[in-house]
């Protein structure tokens, strides 16, 4: 069932050239959307036209099929977290959380027992008397959630909401949000520019670039099945290897007819001294291997190639010595994308043997 | 420099500015509890054993001090009160909301921080005494009902609140109103007080508007109440006049003492732009 | 600050009060600004701006107030360019203008220079300092009128006791002038060193940390890192100190009335004595005019050279 559907929503500040145009976006209720792309992709626009902070210039949104039109953020049944949080500075924690019920004029009793509920959930019981300016980033983060539980939204918006976090924190906050989100079952939608907060908590990921939807998926989907050359590039730690067609030549694989690029993820290549024997199943390209980060459980290589710079992420102990190497891969795990960078669906094209 | 010789320099110039800030005040305050024959000895006395409490009764007794108390009390008030009015919206509407002028009338406004009481009194006075004005509360306390200065330094204040706490506040269903009390004022309040005492100050020392507003003593303040000191009986009486010169410093010397951080912040605010 | 470049580079968002639901609505949150100014605005135009235009109008008529008002075109200015007295004023309030700005502004920067260091005592002297600032000016006018005293004030026996010839403070033509510059220096120094002293501190430490590590010795480290960097907040203190000293009224009205022989009165006084004494108003309006014009070119001249020049920050 969808909860919020945006209509052919466009967004332009000004008289600029607009940032968002034609945009149609479903999210699924129950679902964690993760809007994923670089910065000034409109994620955190789409975000906060959902919001009602910010007013479409053209087109609709619904929430729960009900337009949204001439509906003030406060009367649209959603929370939201900053990524600075946007707590306010003068008031406790307790007065954070309760602000906004008192808005929503709900009785005193009642927003006690929330407030004990909440913080119990978020674990601020003890820091319900402090001012903001005397809690840890952590704690900040915390409160900027329990006054959006609170409120009992049917709507979670989450802009950035980790990245003002060290690492360590990100990932804890990281596995506490999966697990508020089983626990609530609302809908969330996150944004975010990390592939890995996007792989990790969303349940459904909508990449953007320029203001338009490069891909909808499962993120497992999006890894496996990247529907372009931008979704491939963009998913994956090194990105995919991108070489052109050229790469294959003198090779006997299939490859589509159309195919102008072959990718390749780095994890999915082997390296190796000796060139193995050429068969129809692998992909050998030469070159050399300029650098070479040994992580411990994995190594990272460089490996410059007359068809350009590749990476090979290797999970063998051994490593290789810098000098002339062979990246190898096998033909099931090559992708290839057509000259509009489309990927080629390999069941569905015709193929040709060359 | 050698630093023995470095650090008595220092000493004796730390002792220097001591008494060429503090001797004046402290000759004030000697002044006032001296006799008249006590005041015009000489060689003058630097401490004395009795002090003479009456100087400070008969001040008080040469002017018609509590009237002059009470309007200093109503136009400090009344000026505070009137600027709380005018310029906390003003502040307001020129950081946050966007509106057709907004840069000319901000200009404007800054343009008159340049413009001294003292250019425009007799203009001011004039259209006073046309309207038949004179001599009366409205004289003193409306020209100062507001100030450029407390509204730049608040809209600086306020441009400095982050968007996304209004955003927040706009998602908890506050209304505008309530961003205004409960977020904005809350945060800005360190400068509305700091805005405030300076008003407080300057607003209860002033002598000048007073004495060009006011042609009878119904409404003047206490400053030029103590001015008149001066030509009680003839002769300047020193020690009478210092004593109503206490009177007058003494509510400002106490705060000075009593908010000194918030003083200094003030008028450190003046200065950067 | 990263902040304020991040709100540059991003377009801003339309401001809410623009969102609406309805068309009346709309109306009422358009004229909302206005509503919020209005109050400030109609004081500014009535108490300060109107004054400004009714003082210009009337410097072209003759008025005693009595007598209907008559138009006689430039001639207040005609007179006043040919009165010997009013240059002496003119000049009276360039003498304590330059003296006073001289002195206060570097003895000021002397002192912020002597207590840059944030110790207890510097605290304390830097309040001291600041004192007179605060206190009224009616009260630093009596206080040193009275130390001023020819016979009995404390001045005057200092000089005694060290031997030195006594001194007719106010009382001297040549003298009374800089007696009221001492007074003025006296009371605004302690500010200008607060300013001063707050700009100093908001210099970055690295660049003395900088400077000591290029070994340069602390007379060029004032004069090439502390005194550029300062050097917005010096030429605004001017402007403050110019405005200040223009309208001078206080000392002159309460110590000397403007005598002996107007070797004292300043220009906003003989506004005050054409006015309020002998009603010459249209004549003291055109003298308002002369201190309304130099108050302009001061302050032009400031942001001309502000805009050129002085952009360390």
């Known amino acids: 069932m969808e909860k919020i559907v945006l209509k052919d929503v466009a967004k332009a500040y000004g008289k600029n050239k607009p940032v968002i145009e034609h945009l149609d976006l479903t999210i699924q209720k129950g679902s964690f959307t993760v809007l994923l792309g670089p910065s000034g992709c409109g994620k955190s626009t789409i975000l906060r036209m959902i919001a009602g902070l910010e007013k479409e210039t053209a087109g609709e949104i619904q929430i729960d099929g009900k337009s949204m039109k001439g509906v003030d953020p406060g009367d649209r049944q959603i929370a939201m977290v900053f990524q600075n949080y946007a707590l306010y500075p003068t008031m406790t924690v307790r007065g954070n959380i309760e602000f906004g019920l008192k808005n929503m004029k709900i009785e005193k009793s009642e927003r006690q027992k929330r407030i004990a509920e909440v913080a119990k959930m978020v674990n601020l019981e003890e820091y319900l008397d402090r001012m903001p300016s005397q809690l840890s980033g952590g704690q900040r983060q915390r409160v900027a959630l329990a006054r959006a539980i609170v409120k009992k939204p049917s709507v979670f918006l989450m802009d950035e909401p980790l990245s003002n976090l060290d690492s360590k924190l990100r990932a804890q906050i990281r596995t506490d949000l999966i697990e508020l989100y089983r626990k609530l079952g609302s809908t969330f939608v996150y944004v975010t520019h990390d592939q890995v907060e996007a792989m990790s908590m969303g349940t459904d990921i909508v990449l953007l670039e320029n203001g338009q939807i490069r891909q909808h998926d499962a993120p497992i989907d999006l890894y496996n099945l990247p529907a372009n050359l931008f979704s491939a590039r963009f998913i994956g730690s090194p990105p995919m290897n991108i070489l052109p067609i050229q790469a294959t030549n003198g090779s006997n694989l299939t490859r589509p007819m159309a195919a102008a690029h072959v990718g390749m993820r780095p994890e999915a290549c082997m390296i190796s001294v000796k060139r193995p024997a050429a068969n129809g199943r692998m992909l050998h390209i030469d070159g050399e291997l300029v650098t070479r980060e ?51 669906d390999m069941q569905a094209r015709s193929v040709s043997a060359l | 420099m050698p630093k023995p010789i470095r650090s ?97 009338l901000f200009g404007i406004t800054l343009a008159t921080m340049m413009i001294p009481a003292q250019l425009i009194f007799l203009p001011v006075f004039l259209m006073f005494s ?14 100062h009902a507001t100030s450029a200065f407390a509204i730049f330094m608040l809209r600086q204040t306020f441009k400095q609140v982050p968007e996304e706490l ?56 206490l400053p030029v109440g103590i001015s008149m000191l001066r030509i009680v009986d003839g002769g300047v009486q020193y020690p009478l006049l210092m004593a109503g010169n206490m009177i007058l410093v003494l509510p400002v010397l106490i705060a000075f003492f009593v908010a000194h951080k918030h003083i200094i912040k003030a008028f450190t605010y003046m200065g950067d732009k | 600050m990263k902040k304020g470049v991040v709100a540059l580079a991003c377009p801003r968002p339309r401001p809410f009060w623009s969102r609406t639901r309805e068309k009346t609505k709309t109306a009422g949150r358009r004229m ?22 009714y003082m210009v109008f009337l410097s072209f008529f003759e008025w005693n107030m009595i007598k209907p008002m008559e138009f006689v075109g430039l001639q207040n200015f005609i007179t006043m360019f040919k009165d010997p007295a009013f240059f002496q004023t003119l000049l009276n309030t360039l003498q304590y203008t330059f003296f006073t700005l001289l002195f206060g502004m570097g003895l000021a920067i002397l002192a912020a220079l002597f ?90 430490n690295y660049l003395y940390e900088a400077a000591s590590l290029d070994r340069a010795p602390a007379r060029r480290t004032f004069f090439k890192i502390t005194l550029p960097m300062i050097s917005p907040s010096l030429f605004f203190l001017t402007l403050m100190n110019l405005i200040a000293c223009f309208k001078v009224f206080e000392t002159v009205n309460l110590m000397t009335a403007g005598g002996p022989v107007n070797a004292t009165t300043t220009l906003v006084y003989s506004i005050y004595r054409d006015g309020f004494q002998f009603y010459k108003l249209g004549y003291a309006s055109a003298e308002g005019v002369v201190l309304m014009v130099i108050i302009g070119i001061c302050t032009l001249l400031y942001f001309g050279v502000l805009s050129k020049r002085v952009h360390y920050r």
Request: with cysteine.
């Open chain 1, 294 to 344: 040994a992580l411990g459980d994995q190594t990272l290589y460089k490996v410059q190639t007359p068809y350009g710079q590749m990476q090979v992420k290797s999970f063998s102990s051994q490593l290789i010595p810098y000098g002339p190497v062979t990246v190898s891969a096998e033909a099931a795990n090559l992708y290839f994308f057509d000259e509009g960078e489309q990927r080629i």
């Open chain 2, 8 to 104: 008595t320099a220092r000493w004796i110039v730390s002792i220097a500015i001591l008494l060429v800030f503090f001797v004046p005040v402290y000759w004030m305050f000697l002044t006032a509890i001296k006799t008249l024959g006590q005041c015009y000895q000489t060689p003058p006395s630097f401490w004395v054993s009795s002090p003479v409490w009456e100087n400070f009764v008969n001040a008080i007794n040469a002017i018609p001090f509590w009237s002059m108390l009470k309007n200093s009390i109503i136009v400090t008030l009344g000026v505070l009160l009137c600027q709380c009015i005018t310029v906390i919206p003003a502040a307001y509407a020129f950081a946050r909301l966007r509106f057709k002028g907004q840069n000319v």
């Open chain 2, 130 to 143: 046309n309207m038949g004005l004179i001599n009366s509360y409205a004289s003193l306390i409306l020209p």
């Open chain 2, 166 to 221: 209004i955003e927040a506040a706009r998602l908890d269903k506050a209304s505008q109103w309530k961003i205004i009390t409960r977020v904005m004022l809350p945060i800005a309040r360190p400068t509305l007080v700091t805005l405030a005492l300076l008003t407080l100050i300057t607003t209860w020392s002033d002598y000048f508007w007073p004495f060009v507003m006011t042609t009878n003593n119904d409404v003047r303040t």
């Open chain 3, 32 to 53: 909302l600004p206005y509503l919020l100014i209005a109050p400030a605005m109609v004081v500014l135009f009535v108490f300060l701006l109107y004054p400004i235009g």
């Open chain 3, 115 to 204: 207590l840059k260091k944030n110790t207890r005592l510097n605290r304390f002297l830097q309040s001291t300092i600041f004192m007179p600032y605060v206190m009224p000016l009616v009260s630093v006018a009596f206080i040193w009128m009275w130390l001023m005293d020819t016979d009995y004030g404390l001045l005057n026996f200092l000089l005694q006791t060290l031997h030195l010839p006594t001194v007719d403070w106010l009382g001297s033509t040549s003298v009374a002038m800089y007696s009221l510059i001492l007074v003025s220096v006296w009371k605004c120094v302690g500010y200008n060193t607060l300013i001063i002293l707050s700009a100093m501190q908001a210099v970055p």
